[in-house]
């Protein structure tokens, strides 16, 4: 009876150190499963178990040094207690067998050996991690603070392993620092998505989120009002040529030029020239005239927005490397970057991305490449010299190509098909998205033969 009691004491004592194991590697996967801001977010709701939590990510080698040590001793000492005591019973009972008695110690020490392995993978290892996934927050608050105090405790040990693993990495150029992984910008942008989707972020916030995560990379000459749709006055211009130009542009601001339209020498505020007209004194456009500031159209636009903000203006003009004007930017242009176009009360919205008659979608070919990737999820390719939708149909063509012409890209990913061109641009292009092709992987873009003859040379 002696015996049987000791075998059962044992066995619970190797099922402790096994469970023991279980809550060592259950924490690991619960502390590094969170994110350092949700850490940041939990000491501000529970002081005292989040204090414990954050201070367990931020010393990293510390906390993963005392867990791989109580993870060790725990497996270590349930394998060598097994093998001690258990051994031997079962090498007993499996002599009483008979033809197996010469191979009993083998036959034992094995089936010891695999019975602790398989209870340490599934009640030390997979059991508590799966747990430790599903209630991280929970499992990590509660474990933070022992954790904390068995850090402290055996801290010289975890020194002495941390600078021992360090000596072994470093003629690999590598050290034992387990930082968290950065996120790329896909992944945050699918954090995002998630977030709205589950109402954790406001649904309008989202989409403002991502246009700020865009504005980083743009360029000014991606946000600039290009030339040739620029509203502008001639220096010497008469009043009523002024007042009537400010009247039909409809724009707070117009730049001024002098002689010629490439020569811009400032700008005017709408409201200051027609107050002077109001009020009898003289339109002079070169008194009223504020100095604008002029940007390279490889400028970021987040570069643009923080040199209007120094210098309180809220026109940039926009040049070329040679020092030819390119086109403007205003603070507003810049804004409806991040929050979407507003419009104006006086202004018709440009046509945009629209449906037409047969549920197609049309897109103004001034539209920019960014706006029809956001709505219509493509993967269309923009540069410094093609950022809007009618350039790239150009480009792909070789010419402003006539209405009527189709042009298959990306390995027929999608289908181009001109619905309005002029003498120099593309006016209008119906997007036919399908399926089964490979946009966004760098596939050649085609040109339908037979369209490509209809419309000739594809020259204007």
Known sequence: MQGDSELIADLAIILGLVLLNGVFAGTEIAVLALRRTRIHELAELDKARGAALRALRE??????????????IASGAAAALAGKDLSAPLARQIGKLGWLAPWADDIAFVGVVAGVGFLSLVLGELVPKSLALRAAEAYALRMA??????????????????????LVLRPLGDSTTFLESKLSGDEIRQLLDEAVRQGTVDAHSGPIALRAMDFG????????VPRNRMVALDLAADPDTVVRTLLDAHHERVPIFDGAPDHLVGYVLTFEVLRARV???PTDLKRLMRRP??????????????EMQARAVQMAIVVDEHGGVDGLITAEDLMAELVGPIGSELQAPRPGIVLDATGGVVVDGATPIRDVNRDLDLGLPITDDVTTLGGLVSLVYGGIPAPGVQIFYDEGAVVFEVTASGARTVDAVRVEPRAGGALGKGGAP?????????????EP
Request: hydrophobic share 50%; proline share 5%.
């Open 446 to 458: 085609a040109v339908a033969d037979e369209a490509r003859g209809a419309a000739g040379s594809g």
């Open 217 to 224: 990379v743009l360029t000014a000459g991606a946000v600039m």
């Open 145 to 166: 603070r022992p954790l904390v105090w068995l850090c402290r405790a055996i801290g010289p040990v975890a020194w002495v392993l941390t600078r021992a693993s360090n």
């Open 279 to 281: 009020e009898g004194r």
């Open 59 to 72: 010393n990293p080698e510390r906390f993963l040094a005392t867990v791989q040590i109580g993870i060790t």
């Open 293 to 306: 500031i002029f940007v390279p159209w490889t400028m970021k636009a987040g570069d643009v927005l923080r």
